[in-house]
C-alpha cells in the first residue's frame, strides 16, 4: 500500500528516470563521436546515422538483457503498477487517522501517565514527540509491536540474516575481510537461541538500564542509535588519529584499531559476566567498530557516503516507527504490520548499489553504461570473446534484486526476465572489470573509459 512505502521509493524512480535520461544523452553523443571518427571498423568511411542506429537497436534477445537499456528501463517502468507512474503519489500520504481510531496509542498513552513505560534514555526528541508522554506511549506500543513481528521464526530469520549480510557488506567496502565477524555473530546468535541465556541477557542488561530485552531497546536504542552517536562524538584518541594528515591511511587505520581494541579490553576487564551478553557484543564490535568507525571518520569518501547512508535509514525508520502518520497506531497487529513493512528498506543497503549509483553520477559511468547498451553481438569481438562476455553479463533477477525490488517488477516483466538464459546475465560491475582486465583481439574494438 502507497501509505506503507518510505519516501526512498520516490527517490528510486527518480533516479530510473534520470538515468534513462543521462543513458540517452550518451547514446547522442556516442552517435557523434562515431560520425567524427576517422576510421570505422576495418577502415571503412564513417558510419551514417541508419547504420548507428543499427549498432544501438539489432540484437539478440539472449546477449542484451542489461539493467541499464532502455528496453529493460522502459519496460520495467510500463509494466509497475499504475501508483508508480505518477512521481506525486510515491510521496507516501500521510495517515490522517481519526484520533479516536487511535486505540493502541491511548492504551499506551494510559500506561505512560500511570508510570508504567520505564526507558534507559529518552529519546523524545530525537524521535520527533511531542512530549516524555507521547514518547512513552509510542514506545510502549512499538514493543508490542516487535512482539509480535519476532513471535514469528521467518522474520527473525529475517532479521537475524539480514543484519549479518548488511553490517559484512559494509566491512568488504572498507576492504575488510568478514570472516572473523560472522564467527563472532553466529557466535552471538547461539547464545541468544538458549532460553536460558536470554534470561541471563535480560538480567545482565539490567545493570546498563535497558529495561527489556526488546528489539527497540537492545539493537535499536542501546546497540545502534548509541554507537551512531558516539562516533559523531569520538573519543579524543580516535579524532585525533583520524584528523592526522601526516600519517597514511593504512597506519590510520592499523592505529585506530588498536586504540579500539584497548577501549574494549579495558571494558572487558570490567565485565560482571564473563561470557554474557555484553562479552559477545564486545567479540562482534572488535571486528565491526573499526571498520565502521574508519567509513564515519575516515578519508574513503564512498565508503562514508555509504556508512552515513546506512545510519539515515536508520534514524529514518526510526522517526517512521514514532510517528503516526506513517503507521498505524490503532491494533498491535496493525502497527506490527507497518512496522515490519518499513524495516525492508533498511535492509536496502548494498555495496553494488552504492557502487552503482557512485559510477552514474560521474562522467566515466555515463560513458560505461552506454557502452553497455550497445549488444554484444555488435562489439566486433570474436566469437570465443563474446560468449566468454555472454557468460560474464548481468545475472539479474533472483540474485541481485531484493524482494522489495522484486515485488515492483510486474508479473510480466519477471516472467520476459526469467525466459532470458541464466548464464548470459550478470552485474554490469563485473562486466566493466572484466573488460578492464582482459586482453581483447587485435580486431575488436575496446572501450574507451574516461
Known amino acids: 500500500m502507497v501509505r506503507n512505502r518510505s519516501e526512498k521509493d520516490k527517490e528510486r524512480v527518480e533516479t530510473v528516470e ?5 543513458v540517452k544523452e550518451v547514446q547522442m553523443e556516442l552517435v557523434r563521436m562515431l560520425e567524427g571518427a576517422a576510421d570505422y571498423k576495418d577502415g571503412a568511411l564513417s558510419p551514417t546515422l541508419e547504420e548507428v542506429a543499427s549498432i544501438w537497436s539489432s540484437s539478440r534477445v539472449g546477449g542484451t538483457l542489461s539493467v541499464l537499456s532502455d528496453d529493460s528501463f522502459m519496460s520495467a517502468l510500463e509494466d509497475m503498477p499504475p501508483q508508480f507512474d505518477d512521481l506525486d503519489v510515491l510521496m507516501r500520504e500521510p495517515l490522517n487517522l481519526d ?25 523524545a526528541d530525537f524521535c520527533s514527540c511531542e512530549s516524555e508522554d507521547d514518547f512513552a506511549a509510542k514506545l510502549w506500543c512499538i514493543r508490542q509491536a516487535f512482539r509480535v513481528i519476532l513471535a514469528n521464526e521467518h522474520n527473525r530469520q529475517w532479521l537475524v540474516q539480514h543484519g549479518r549480510q548488511m553490517i559484512a557488506d559494509l566491512m568488504r567496502h572498507g576492504k575488510k575481510d568478514p570472516s572473523a565477524f560472522f564467527t563472532a555473530y553466529d557466535q552471538m546468535v547461539r547464545y541468544l537461541s538458549d532460553p536460558s541465556s536470554l534470561e541471563d541477557a535480560a538480567e545482565e542488561l539490567k545493570h546498563r538500564r ?18 551512531f552517536e558516539d562516533v559523531s562524538h569520538p573519543p579524543s584518541a580516535v579524532l585525533a588519529v583520524s584528523k592526522n594528515r601526516f ?35 564486545y567479540d562482534i564490535s572488535e571486528h565491526v567498530s573499526p571498520a565502521i568507525t574508519w567509513g564515519l571518520l575516515g578519508t574513503n569518501e564512498q565508503l562514508r557516503e555509504l556508512c552515513y547512508y546506512f545510519k539515515d535509514q536508520i534514524y529514518t525508520f526510526v522517526l517512521d516507527v514514532f510517528d503516526v502518520q506513517r503507521v498505524r497506531y490503532t491494533s498491535t497487529p496493525e502497527l506490527a504490520e507497518d512496522v515490519w513493512q518499513e524495516m525492508p528498506s533498511v535492509a536496502m543497503t548494498s555495496k553494488e548499489d552504492a557502487e552503482l549509483m557512485e559510477r552514474l553520477r560521474a562522467n566515466d559511468a555515463f560513458l560505461r553504461s552506454a557502452i553497455n547498451l550497445i549488444p554484444i553481438d555488435n ?14 553479463k548481468h545475472r539479474l533477477v533472483n540474485e541481485k534484486l531484493t524482494q522489495p525490488q522484486k515485488a515492483r517488477l510486474s508479473k510480466a516483466v519477471k516472467q520476459r526476465l526469467s525466459k532470458a538464459d541464466p548464464n548470459v546475465c550478470r552485474t554490469v560491475t563485473e562486466v566493466w572489470d572484466w573488460m578492464a582486465s582482459t586482453k581483447l583481439t587485435d580486431n575488436a574494438p575496446k572501450p574507451q573509459f574516461k
Open 18 to 22: 534520470s538515468m534513462l535520461q543521462r
Open 99 to 123: 484520533p479516536n481510531m487511535l486505540l493502541l496509542y491511548k492504551k499506551g498513552l494510559k500506561e505512560a501517565e500511570k508510570g508504567n513505560v520505564a526507558y534507559r534514555k529518552s529519546r
Open 210 to 227: 535497558v529495561a527489556e530485552l526488546s528489539f527497540w531497546d537492545v539493537v535499536l536504542d542501546f546497540i545502534l542509535i548509541d554507537a
Open 247 to 281: 600519517l597514511s591511511d593504512s597506519i590510520k587505520q592499523s592505529t585506530l584499531s588498536t586504540v579500539i581494541w584497548s577501549m574494549l579490553k579495558a571494558k572487558r576487564q570490567r565485565l560482571l559476566v564473563k561470557d554474557g551478553f555484553i562479552a559477545h557484543f
Open 379 to 392: 562489439w566486433g569481438f570474436d566469437e570465443k570473446i563474446r560468449d566468454r562476455l555472454k557468460q560474464r
